[in-house]
């Protein structure tokens, strides 16, 4: 069994065959074409081992006639290379399996969702661009086997120890919810925007996400301890945080609560009587001004009690958000049933890599909620914001969008200091028409600053 | 705080039925423009009677009577009595709808509030004779019977405590010693195990698999006989990695070859990617194909990346991969076809029976029939009504006490199963 095992791990993926193959290619490029099926983006339940071998099997007797060469991929997609003297048959092919799939809404919404199902490339003009796609697959393959290898790994779980201190323990865990009881942590409460970003990348806050950073709670409570290290732990650590939070929320004096805010909890605490004293303190107009965000494994977890209790709090005036959504987890719930009022994707590079499928995926799926109840979330660049007005999001959040948010303070700071000089070098204008002024002359101003 | 004790462990409190009826006797002169609201909640599923369910449900009814001329009482079936003296239906309405919507999932407040359909409330006039006699008939009968049930709730709960079955919560500071016990506690005579059947109309039906698992009950006594387990979810999730590595060292040891029966064993996704497991791996051999692990449906939400993962390596291993812990009602907000897992386990309770409405059956049979019908096990099965359920939805696998009961029946007749 071992044996086999090791064979299995030697043995390259098709992906990594496939990128031998073009290499081979390059020199015999002359009068040969290559079609990539776009399979993966079938259903799922299209998508199973079976359908793509019948799919595969359609091309077979090309293939047995030495007209061409089949490669199947893990993500479902067929890349077939054959003669110019076979497009024919090839074209029947795509089209055979395209008909064995007609139900599924790849096909039935083409024109709709802009999904494509098959591509075609000439293999002496686009050559460059064959070798890049099937190159960025392999690497996705690799790093999804050497993902899952690491997992296994001790090294690896090592290296986290030394990286991020030792596991967290149930009797570090008990030590840590001891000293909370008694910790100030209103200083340890960080508050990010969610914000709109007009054309020129300046954003106007919409409301902000309230939370007690677990890394500066480690650092002051426990330095040497990686709190995350075991998720159960994790999430029973968050609901005492969950109390302390809502115990700071009621007493306004702790933290300044301005404008439209939103905070993560549990649906147990919900549940709990520190919610419902919490409930009691907030004055009726405010609960409209708060957004409760909670966890999509914690909706799953008991979805009789989540149902209920957004219910509940709905009735009361405050607005629900589902927290940590994926590309993955959209498609695969049902958002509309649950009846949140608002959806956190969170931004993930591989958004991108999907290419225009994955793209035509998404903004259906935030059409289907209202681009402005989609909050992209963890945005650490300025590709996240792209994406995410490819596809309709008007809200984000992140780290990006704090360097924005500072910029953007700079930028008026020095509005404001270019009128105060204007306004003692020159007779009083009028105060509105400040901003008209060309901006590129304020620069002088950054070194003073 | 109430950290989520099973409804039976409550210690049982009198309902208001006898300070109703006073109530209404001081009513009985002067009852003009007088009404009362009767809030069914004692006919809502049991899954939605839960305590911190109906605590919500009364205090919403709060700000309500605050602000007008009326009293709410609780019956010890749960049920509520709103009395109102000339207050305006239409401020009653809301707050009723207001209820109403928390159980929205509930058949019981299928119909329009006040309509003949109408189930969730009953409204009397109490000027009226008729209507006066028959609410204080009515709650007469409740309190005779919340009389018998007070009593025979109260024994209960008092041999529920003699029993320290809910003893101290699972806290913490208790989780490392009990984690501890567990690592060295003998647990090979208490894995249990329980069929999954294949019911095939008219014929002999098939063992799918058994499902192997530590009996609980056994393990408390063993390793905690005063402490609570189920207390907090989180922290009896942690004990189940324990619980894995000691199932998976069991059964390493137990030699699969010698039969041709499959298996089922319950893992955290952590666990299918740590050394334990590979260890039982490799004690298997070629019989991987007859190994099905289950994993939970909060376990897969927490990190989806990660079950697929472990869905890959499982699978190109030769082991069957089942999702467990979906609600009928689960299936209706998420499409588990696309976790493509060879089996998804649906647990089945009595509520289910008759009460869904038919564009809800017709969906749930859509989302069975693309899981594959292959796929699709109903388990806590506990009586013939739960078999028929889940044959009109298509489903022909099952698990559950009346399953063990009817295999037992078919092996006894056939001599040997």
Redesign the interface.
């Known amino acids: 069994m071992a044996e086999t095992n090791d064979a299995k791990k030697r043995m390259p993926s098709q992906e990594r065959l496939l990128v031998d193959y073009v290499q081979r290619l390059e020199k015999h490029r002359e009068g040969r074409a290559i079609v990539q099926v776009h399979l993966s983006a079938l259903r799922p339940f299209n998508r199973r081992d079976h359908h793509l071998r019948a799919a595969a099997n359609i091309f077979e007797p090309i293939v047995k006639a030495l007209a061409g060469q089949l490669f199947l991929l893990k993500s479902g997609d067929i890349f077939f290379f054959f003669k110019n003297e076979v497009q024919g048959d090839t074209e029947t092919a795509v089209q055979q399996v395209k008909y064995m799939f007609s139900d599924d809404l790849l096909i039935a919404d083409e024109a709709e969702t802009h999904t494509i199902f098959s591509t075609w490339f000439n293999a002496v003009t686009d050559f460059p661009e064959v070798q890049r796609i099937v190159k960025a697959m392999a690497e996705v393959e690799d790093r999804r086997t050497e993902d899952a290898k690491s997992r296994m790994d001790a090294r690896a779980s090592l290296r986290a120890k030394q990286k991020m201190g030792e596991p967290l323990t149930p009797d570090v865990l008990a030590k840590i919810e001891e000293a909370l009881i008694r910790a100030d942590l209103s200083n340890l409460v960080r508050r990010q925007f969610a914000c709109k970003i007009d054309d020129t990348m300046v954003p106007t806050q919409q409301f902000s996400e309230l939370f007690i950073s677990i890394q500066d709670l480690r650092e002051t409570l426990m330095p040497d301890v990686n709190l995350l290290a075991n998720r159960w732990l994790f999430q029973h650590l968050t609901e005492t945080l969950d109390r302390r939070m809502l115990s700071m929320l009621s007493k306004t004096d702790r933290i300044a609560i301005t404008g439209d805010i939103s905070f993560n909890i549990n649906i147990r605490t919900l549940m709990s009587n520190e919610f419902l004293a919490f409930d009691d303190n907030v004055a009726a107009n405010r609960r409209g001004a708060m957004i409760i965000e909670l966890q999509k494994e914690d909706i799953f977890a008991d979805l009789g009690s989540y149902l209920f209790v957004r219910e509940f709090v709905q009735s009361k005036g405050y607005r629900v958000a589902i927290d940590g959504m994926t590309l993955e987890a959209m498609q695969l719930i049902d958002h509309k049933r649950l009846g949140a009022n608002m959806v956190k994707l969170v931004w993930n590079g591989e958004l991108v890599d999907g290419g225009e499928n994955v793209q035509a995926q998404v903004r259906q799926m935030i059409e289907s909620i209202g681009g402005e109840n989609v909050v992209m979330c963890r945005c650490d660049n300025r590709e996240a914001i792209d994406f995410g007005k490819s596809v309709g999001i008007q809200l984000y959040q992140g780290r990006y969008i704090e360097n924005l948010l500072a910029e953007d303070d700079r930028r008026l700071d020095l509005l404001r200091l270019k009128r105060r000089i204007e306004r003692s070098d020159e007779a009083p204008e009028d105060e509105d028409d400040f901003e008209e002024k060309d901006d590129a002359d304020f620069d002088f101003g950054l070194d003073d600053d | 705080?109430?950290t989520?004790m099973l409804p039976g462990h409550m210690e049982p409190q009198k309902g208001e039925e006898e300070m109703l009826l006073q109530h209404l006797g001081r009513l009985r002169s002067d009852a003009v423009g007088a009404f009362a609201v009767h809030v069914h909640l004692s006919d809502l599923r049991p899954?939605?009677r839960q305590p911190?369910?109906l605590g919500?449900a009364k205090?919403?009814f709060d700000e309500f009577i605050s602000g007008h001329d009326s009293i709410l009482f609780t019956m010890y079936n749960a049920d509520l009595v709103l009395m109102c003296r000339n207050v305006p239906i239409e401020d009653v309405d809301p707050v009723i709808e207001?209820v109403k919507?928390?159980?929205?999932?509930d058949p019981l407040v299928q119909g329009e509030t006040g309509s003949y359909e109408d189930r969730f409330t009953t409204w009397h006039d109490l000027s009226q004779p008729d209507d006066f006699r028959a609410l204080s008939a009515k709650i007469k009968e409740q309190e005779a019977a919340a009389t018998i049930k007070f009593e025979k709730d109260l024994d209960e709960y008092k041999v529920q405590l003699s029993a320290t079955d809910q003893g101290t919560p699972l806290?913490?500071?208790n989780?490392?010693a009990i984690?501890q016990t567990m690592r060295s506690t003998q647990i090979a005579d208490i894995i249990r195990n329980q069929p999954v059947y294949h019911v095939i109309p008219g014929k002999k039906g098939a063992i799918v698999f058994r499902e192997h698992f530590i009996a609980m009950g056994e393990l408390k006594k063993r390793v905690a006989p005063n402490v609570n387990l189920f207390g907090?979810?989180?922290?009896f999730?942690?004990l189940t990695?324990t619980l894995d590595r000691r199932m998976l060292a069991v059964m390493s040891r137990r030699d699969l070859g010698k039969t041709t029966d499959s298996i089922s064993l319950n893992l955290n996704i952590n666990t299918i990617?740590?050394?334990d497991f590979?260890q039982f791996?490799?004690s298997?051999?070629?019989h991987t194909s007859q190994v099905v692990i289950e994993i939970q449906?909060?376990d897969i939400?927490?990190?989806?990346?990660?079950y697929h993962?472990a869905h890959?390596?499982l699978r190109?291993?030769g082991y069957k991969v089942l999702v467990d812990g979906l609600?009928p009602?689960?299936i209706?907000?998420?499409?588990p076809?696309?976790?493509?897992a060879d089996f998804l386990k649906i647990s089945w309770g009595p509520e289910f029976v008759g009460e869904e409405k038919e564009d809800k059956i017709a969906d749930m049979r859509r989302i069975v029939s693309?899981?594959g019908k292959h796929g699709v096990i109903l388990s806590r099965v506990d009586s013939e009504d739960a078999v028929k359920w889940g044959a009109t939805l298509g489903i022909a696998r099952f698990q559950g006490y009346f399953i063990d009961k009817l295999v037992a029946a078919v092996s006894a007749k056939s001599g040997a199963l």
């Open positions: 705080m109430n989520g899954g939605n911190r369910f919500i205090r919403s207001k919507a928390l159980f929205s999932e806290a913490p500071a989780l490392a984690d907090s979810p989180w922290l999730q942690y990695e990617m740590s050394r590979q791996h490799e298997l051999g070629e449906i909060i939400f927490s990190d989806l990346s990660a993962h890959d390596f190109e291993r609600s009602i689960a209706n907000f998420f499409d076809s696309i976790l493509q693309r899981a």
